[in-house]
């Protein structure tokens, strides 16, 4: 029997980041659209994920593909037309499914009618819609203050036509909006309400950190800090005090919850693009659980392949987001170096980590490529489109490389080269030369491929999601730890879930080393209902032998009604696992 849920559906979702423009190429001109992620609506349920994020394809120049947004209310013409967009949320919802917009408040692009008008004279209507200066000096030497961008350099940029300066916290032809301006708040309230009555079900928040600076403009404080971090987005040489984690900030994501819920059928969610320490990261999420439902946690794409990091991880995760807070489980996204990549491109360490992230107390983001385990493609930053690459051109390639070991790509190109469906030319993408090259290594990693082998990375992501699916106790129990005397290599815990007469236990083994560890006989009883190699299923869990870099998962009802065998669950079939009896 489905026990009442404990907690609300965004909290027991699993999510699959679709950056649209690589994803497939619905109408042959090489750029991604939303026809073409409305042709691989199947391939997507079939994977077995229920909330799809989207990266923004609103009316752009795509100077930044997309994150510079020229209308929020209009979609790109290379992507589509409003009436595919309102089509693919039906569809998504025709397969019982979710869809998340990226929603860019906090600047708009330079073309943005807004900016265009505000930059205009110094008495436009529009002009307190962005945040201008004078320079320090009254003139173009100087700018206003010390203030660093997140990429490094004063944020300022001087604007001849006024001879004032205007605050990008980005690039520079992302001027940031003041939302100071009651008129600018109401607006871009006004965007999120409109995207929410068309049906979307949760928004994604780009850069929220850096909403609201500080009134004073007063400079930044010194720093011995050079370069930013996940945990620290401090750097640059300076403490970026008065421009990220601003407490109006903090104030306004519980202003943005209050929107939000006015939308109660079905409950929306938001996940906030935030940076810092787990006790930074939790205060947008409010004292009272009432600010942004979710942040990500992008501590997980640095925590190193050992049992040791990855307990620490997630103790951390535990102790700064208990319920009613959840954590998230982010091992990838559209600006860092792929998973697979900081694997040494070993499928058995990917599986692992996916068991971890799929059976741990959290929301996990996939992001698209990472179940075929796509790799970064090493494109060298004079050929990258990404102005990112294009900022940083000067820098050497030792130096990227030794960037990108630590986590940073300096081009974002290389992390969002076209979806791998098969080892065709242009890997089945499109039928033309994609808008960026296709990963050499395509003809191993792709969904073709992969589909119909059982040992597939690709069917294992398949076989943990249809789990999670069937598992009230992987989608919302608690997370206690295993108290059984293991090598520390093995990370062990249950995933415990007692609601109105339903109790249900999930044992998690994650074996992080190249030796094989045999189970303790006094273990939880129970049968393996999950290995990361298929053939383990079933298997008592008393005694097993756990291969190196083998995850399992096991059930105390003896295994009666074990999962199907991932080779009956290729791409044109939902899986449809059940999870093994509650204990009642
Ligand atoms: C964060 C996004 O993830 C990134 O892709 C984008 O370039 C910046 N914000 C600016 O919007
Ligand atoms: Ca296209």
């Not at 609103?58 to 089509?87: K, M, N, W």
């Not at 005397?485 to 990370?491: A, I, K, S």
Request: charged share 25%.
């Amino acid at each position: 029997m489905e026990p009442a849920h404990a907690s609300p559906w965004w909290k027991r979702t699993t999510t699959y980041q679709i950056y649209p423009r690589s994803f497939f190429d619905g109408n042959g001109d090489g750029i991604g659209d939303l026809r073409g992620v409305l042709a691989k609506l199947d391939y997507v349920q079939s994977l077995g994920v229920e909330t799809l994020w989207l990266s923004p394809f609103f009316e752009s120049p795509q100077a930044d593909f997309g994150y510079d947004v020229s209308d929020h209310y209009a979609i790109a013409p290379e992507y589509g037309t409003l009436a595919d967009c309102r089509t693919l949320i039906r569809e998504v919802h025709a397969r019982g499914m979710k869809i998340v917009f990226d929603m860019v408040l906090n600047h708009t692009s330079e073309h943005h009618p807004w900016f265009v008008e505000s930059r205009s004279s110094l008495s436009n209507p529009k002009r307190d819609y962005y945040i201008w200066r004078d320079g320090r000096r009254g003139g173009a030497s100087a700018p206003p203050n010390n203030w660093r961008s997140m990429l490094g350099g004063s944020g300022w940029r001087h604007d001849p036509v006024t001879g004032q300066w205007y605050w990008a916290s980005f690039l520079g032809f992302q001027p940031d909006l003041n939302y100071r301006n009651p008129e600018v708040k109401a607006a871009m309230l006004g965007v999120v309400r409109h995207w929410l009555d068309e049906g979307v079900d949760g928004l994604r928040l780009d850069i929220f950190n850096a909403l609201f600076k500080d009134a004073s403009f007063a400079d930044n404080p010194f720093s011995w800090r050079a370069m930013p971090s996940e945990d620290n987005p401090h750097g640059f040489f300076q403490r970026h005090h008065h421009t990220i984690d601003h407490p109006d900030t903090i104030a306004f994501a519980r202003e943005l919850r209050a929107v939000v819920d006015e939308f109660q059928s079905p409950p929306r969610f938001l996940v906030g693009e935030v940076f810092g320490d787990a006790r930074t990261l939790r205060r947008y999420c409010g004292e009272a659980a009432d600010g942004l439902h979710l942040v990500f946690l992008f501590a997980a794409m640095r925590a190193r392949f050992t049992g040791h990091s990855v307990r620490k991880l997630v103790e951390q995760f535990e102790r700064a987001f208990p319920d009613p807070f959840s954590p998230t489980y982010v091992l990838g996204n559209h600006d860092r170096p792929r998973l697979i990549h900081r694997l040494g491109g070993r499928h058995d360490k990917a599986k692992l980590l996916a068991a971890l992230q799929l059976t741990a107390r959290g929301v996990p983001f996939l992001y698209y490529g990472e179940e075929i385990g796509m790799e970064n493609h090493d494109i060298p930053l004079h050929e990258g489109l990404d102005p990112v690459a294009t900022r940083y051109r000067a820098i050497p390639r030792w130096l990227v490389g030794a960037f990108r070991r630590r986590g940073i790509l300096l081009n974002r190109d290389e992390c969002r080269t076209p979806m791998q469906w098969d080892d065709g030319p242009h890997a089945g993408f499109s039928s033309v030369t994609p808008w960026l090259p296709v990963h050499p290594k395509r003809a191993s990693a792709n969904v073709a491929a992969q589909d119909g082998d059982p040992r597939s990375l690709l069917n294992c992501y398949r076989r943990l999601l249809a789990l999670r699916r069937s598992s009230p106790a992987l989608q919302e129990g608690a997370l206690v730890w295993s108290e059984q005397r293991l090598p520390r290599d093995v990370v062990a815990y249950a995933r415990v879930l007692d609601v109105e007469g339903h109790r249900e236990r999930a044992d998690v083994y994650l074996n992080f080393s190249d030796s094989a560890v045999t189970l303790p006989g006094d273990a939880p009883p129970g049968r393996i209902v999950f290995s990361c190699r298929d053939e383990a299923r079933g298997a008592p869990v008393r005694g097993y032998v756990l291969a190196p870099n083998e995850g399992i998962v096991a059930s105390d009802d003896g295994g009666a009604r074990a999962q199907p065998s991932a080779a009956s669950e290729n791409s044109s079939i939902a899986p449809s696992t059940t999870w093994p009896s509650s204990v009642t």
